[in-house]
C-alpha cells in the first residue's frame, strides 16, 4: 500500500449519517468490507487490500493479496502469534485494521474440545480505501485516485438527496421468535442441575432463530439502527460471511495503555409506555436474581482485568443502560495494561465477555460447546478494529443477524445461574431478539455475493 494516500473531505450537511454509509455499501455491493460505528462517527473499511483468515477449525491459514492468488498454509503456531505477524509484514499504519473473531476462537486458544463451525475463527482485513463519516464532514482515503474521486462523487450526491426513500423499509417479513421455545427451557433445566453439581456458576446459554429468506445487510443496518441504541454498530462482508448488529458492550477497549471491559448482566424489556418502562426498570434494580447475576460478573471482570494490571478499577457499577427493545444492569471496569503485555493479550484474557459465556470462564466455554445443539460461529463473538499498536476496540456480537451461502439466523441468550427460572430466561432471548428480528430486511434482488 503506497504512504502516499490520498485523502479528500467533503463537507456534509446531512444530520442522517447513516445514509451516506448505505450509499457507499449499496455501490459497492460485491465488495468485502466493515463498518463501524462509534460515539457518532461511522467507520467503513472498503475493499481488501491484505487479508488474514484462520479457519473454523484452526488449522489452516489463508493469506490474500490484492491482485496476487491467495497463500495457504498450515497454522503451527498459536493464533494471536499469526496475527501479531499478519499485521508486523503488512500493516503499514495508513489505515485502520478491522476483522472478527469467531466464538471457538476461545476455545481453540484455551486447549479445549469445540465442534467446528463453518465460519473462520479469526479474520482480519486491511482495507484499500477508508470512508469517516461524522457530524459535518465525510472523509474519502485510499491508494486510487479515480476510485476516490468516484466516490466523493457519489457522496456529494448522496448529501443533495435529502428526500430519498428509506431503504427496505417495505419489505421485512415477520420472524417468530419463539421457534424452539420448549427445547430452550430444557437446555436451560440442564444447566442448573450442572449448576447444582458445582461445574459453574453461570452460564450464557443461546438458542437460534432461522430465518426463511436472505438478508440485505446494508438495509437492515438502516432500519434497525433507527430503533436500536448500541454501544456499537457493525456491519461486515468478509468472504462468504456477512453480519449486521447492534452491540451491546465492549467485550474490550485498549486505548492510551488503558484496558477496560464493559460487562452487561440483568434484563428487562424497554417497550411499553413509559410508566411501564418505569416499573420495569425498577424491577430489575430490585430483582436478586439480576443483581446476584450482574455482582457476580464484575467480580469476574476485575478478576480478568487483574491479570493485566495490577490496579484494576470499577468506573461505573450497575447503572441502568438502555439497548433498544431492552434495558440492562451495566458496569465498567479498567486498569492500566502492563508494559509486558500487548492487545493481543488483553484481549485474549477478556475474550469472550463474561456476559457472553460464564464463570469460571473455561468451564462455561467447554459446557456451551457441548450443550448447544450447533456452533455459535460469530454468535458471541467480537468486531475487531485496531488504529494502531496500542488502540483496539472488540465489540460483542449480540443482537446481530448472520449469513453465509448455507444459512441465515438471529440468536440470543440468556445467563443462567441457581436462581434461574427456565421460563424467564426463555422470555429474556425473546426480549433481545426484539432488537434484531422486526428489522431484518429481505434481500429482493438475489444473492449478491
Known amino acids: 500500500m503506497s504512504s502516499t494516500r490520498v485523502s479528500i473531505t467533503l463537507t456534509s450537511p446531512s444530520s442522517d449519517l447513516l445514509k451516506p454509509v448505505i450509499s457507499v455499501l449499496e455501490r459497492h455491493s460485491g465488495s468485502e468490507y466493515y463498518v463501524y460505528e462509534r460515539k457518532d462517527c461511522w467507520h467503513i473499511g472498503l475493499g481488501s487490500y491484505r487479508s488474514l483468515i484462520i479457519d473454523s477449525r484452526g488449522e489452516d491459514i489463508t493469506i490474500s493479496v490484492a491482485g496476487e492468488p491467495s497463500h495457504h498454509c498450515p497454522v503451527k503456531?498459536?493464533?494471536?502469534?499469526?496475527?501479531?505477524?499478519?499485521?508486523?509484514?503488512?500493516?503499514?499504519?495508513?489505515?485502520?485494521?478491522?476483522g472478527h473473531v469467531g466464538f471457538n476462537y476461545a476455545a481453540h486458544i484455551r486447549g479445549l474440545g469445540y465442534t467446528p463451525g463453518k465460519w473462520p475463527l479469526l479474520a482480519l482485513m486491511i482495507p484499500r480505501m477508508e470512508v469517516l463519516i461524522d457530524p459535518g464532514n465525510i472523509t474519502i482515503t485510499g491508494d486510487d485516485t479515480k476510485e476516490v474521486l468516484e466516490l466523493c462523487a457519489l457522496l456529494k450526491e448522496t448529501c443533495r438527496c435529502r428526500n430519498a426513500p428509506l431503504p427496505g423499509a417495505h419489505d421485512i417479513p415477520h420472524v417468530d421468535v419463539n421457534e424452539n421455545s420448549s427445547k430452550y427451557k430444557t437446555l436451560v433445566e440442564k444447566a442448573l442441575s450442572q449448576i447444582q453439581q458445582n461445574h459453574y456458576s453461570k452460564i450464557i446459554l443461546s438458542?437460534?432463530?432461522?430465518?426463511?429468506?436472505?438478508?440485505?445487510?446494508?438495509?437492515?443496518?438502516?432500519?434497525?439502527?433507527?430503533?436500536?441504541?448500541?454501544?456499537?454498530?457493525?456491519s461486515l462482508r468478509h468472504g462468504n460471511y456477512q453480519a449486521t448488529g447492534f452491540s451491546p458492550e465492549l467485550v474490550m477497549s485498549l486505548d492510551k495503555g488503558v484496558v477496560t471491559t464493559e460487562p452487561l448482566a440483568g434484563t428487562r424489556s424497554c417497550k411499553g409506555t413509559e410508566a411501564e418502562i418505569q416499573r420495569l426498570r425498577r424491577d430489575l434494580e430490585t430483582d436478586s436474581k439480576e443483581i446476584?447475576?450482574?455482582?457476580?460478573?464484575?467480580?469476574?471482570?476485575?478478576?480478568?482485568?487483574?491479570?493485566?494490571?495490577?490496579k484494576p478499577m470499577v468506573e461505573d457499577f450497575m447503572s441502568v443502560r438502555v439497548r433498544g427493545s431492552v434495558q440492562h444492569l451495566g458496569s465498567r471496569v479498567c486498569g492500566r495494561l502492563s508494559p509486558d503485555k500487548d492487545m493481543w493479550d488483553a484481549f485474549n484474557v477478556l475474550f469472550?465477555?463474561?456476559?457472553?459465556?460464564?464463570?469460571?470462564?473455561?468451564?462455561?466455554?467447554?459446557?456451551?460447546?457441548?450443550?448447544?445443539?450447533?456452533?455459535?460461529?460469530?454468535y458471541s463473538g467480537a468486531i475487531l478494529m485496531i488504529e494502531d499498536e496500542n488502540t483496539m476496540e472488540a465489540a460483542l456480537v449480540l443482537r446481530s443477524v448472520f449469513q453465509d451461502r448455507d444459512r441465515h439466523w438471529i440468536q440470543a441468550g440468556a445467563g443462567v445461574i441457581a436462581e434461574s427460572d427456565p421460563s424467564r430466561e426463555l422470555t429474556e432471548t425473546c426480549e433481545k431478539l426484539a432488537s434484531i428480528a422486526p428489522f431484518v430486511v429481505r434481500e429482493t434482488v438475489g444473492f449478491r455475493g
Open 77 to 98: 503456531k498459536p493464533l494471536p502469534d499469526i496475527a501479531r505477524e499478519f499485521l508486523h509484514e503488512y500493516w503499514n499504519h495508513t489505515t485502520k485494521v478491522y
Open 207 to 234: 438458542r437460534p432463530v432461522n430465518l426463511q429468506h436472505r438478508v440485505d445487510m446494508p438495509s437492515t443496518l438502516y432500519c434497525g439502527r433507527q430503533s436500536n441504541t448500541p454501544s456499537r454498530s457493525f
Open 292 to 310: 446476584v447475576e450482574h455482582v457476580i460478573s464484575v467480580k469476574e471482570a476485575v478478576h480478568e482485568i487483574s491479570q493485566l494490571s495490577d
Open 352 to 378: 469472550p465477555s463474561i456476559t457472553a459465556s460464564g464463570i469460571p470462564k473455561q468451564a462455561a466455554i467447554d459446557a456451551i460447546s457441548h450443550l448447544e445443539s450447533q456452533p455459535r460461529e460469530l
